[in-house]
């Protein structure tokens, strides 16, 4: 076990930690590096890069073919769906039954299939991009950071009000904006597809 944990904390260390950290410096030299030098005010910035996350994903979502995906899976599973309906013209009971417990197990495989593929897609295209980014942003406006900047832990400090609301975090603007782009992402293609 001690040599398995060694390797781990070796891999880890060694190589994982030293590229994400990389990682980071360059997208903080590619990214916020440039807009600092244009004076753009933090809550902007990661505004700015909201955007690009959501820009990415569609671009994900298109290299991947996920509707493509989505609209052969569809196609293929109403076909076999309509083949299994013609097992009812089968006389026989015992054999009707047989084959339609057949056909149904090797539907409900190649659902539970894609399910998994598609999320896992999902998964790749929007959650990991968002909370990797998220851990950057956190780390290149931290607390800290801020408390230093603003004299308040928040992105944007909100002046008193009844509501005890101080100020909006990095991670509130981010995910406002990178939802919202999304939205207004998917309305656009839906717009288009009406066309």
Sequence with gaps: MDILTSFLNGLY????APFFQFCARAMTLLFIRPMTL?????????GIIAVL????????RALLRV???????????????????????IPDKYSRDALYRTTDEELNEEYNTFIAYHYARYVMIYM???????????????????VARHGQPFLVPLPANSFGVSGLSVTFVFL???????IVGFQLRRHRKKR
């Excluded at 996350?53 to 994900?60: G, K, S, Y």
């Design 13 to 16: 260390y060694g190589l994982i």
């Design 67 to 89: 509707d493509e995906r989505i609209e052969e899976f569809n196609r293929r599973f109403a076909e076999k769906r309509r083949q299994q309906q013609e097992l009812r013209l």
């Design 53 to 60: 996350v959501a820009l990415f994903a569609f671009w994900m």
């Design 176 to 182: 406002l904006i990178y939802i919202l782009t999304l």
């Design 38 to 46: 244009l004076h753009l005010p933090e809550w902007l910035q990661v």
């Design 128 to 146: 990991l991009p968002l909370f990797l980014v998220l851990a950057w942003l956190n780390s290149v406006f931290s607390e800290s950071w801020l």
